[in-house]
């Protein structure tokens, strides 16, 4: 079973950036495409970005596009999304999450499509 791991949430003013690390435990990390969410209190859970493990595919959400940048580092394992010109509304608990896929090339974007889950870090944008 993989488990993924975050890192790096924190709190910071609007306009700042902040990278989130997320890596995983268990079975090997290549054939997992990785994704991010995000769930701020009284909404539901919203897709941030995923990224194949094999064709370098990359999806994000409308709400960050030009935004963020997701990447992943597979000498260490390690999924990051950049998250530049933050604003309030980014404010939420972010998840990484990862699914099984033997293609290569799926960045899903649906939560339904990942099996597992991290424990979530706090990202808070204040101003």
């Known amino acids: 079973q993989v488990q993924p791991v975050e890192s790096g949430g924190g709190s910071v003013q609007a306009g700042g950036s902040l990278t989130l690390s997320c890596t995983t435990s268990?079975?090997?990390?290549?054939?997992?495409?990785m994704g991010w969410f995000r769930q701020a209190p009284g909404k539901e859970r919203e897709f941030v970005a995923a990224?194949?493990?094999?064709?370098?595919?990359?999806a994000y959400g409308d709400s960050v596009k030009g935004r963020f940048t997701i990447f992943r580092d597979d000498v260490d394992n390690t999924v990051y999304v950049q998250m530049n010109n933050l604003k309030p509304e980014d404010t939420a608990v972010y998840y990484c999450?990862?699914?099984?896929?033997?293609?290569?090339?799926?960045?899903?974007?649906?939560?339904?499509?990942?099996?597992?889950w991290g424990q979530g870090t706090q990202v808070t944008v204040w101003g």
């Open positions: 268990g079975r090997t990390y290549s054939s997992y495409a």
């Open positions: 999450a990862t699914h099984l896929d033997p293609s290569g090339r799926q960045a899903s974007t649906s939560p339904r499509e990942y099996d597992y």
């Open positions: 990224i194949s493990w094999s064709s370098g595919d990359t």
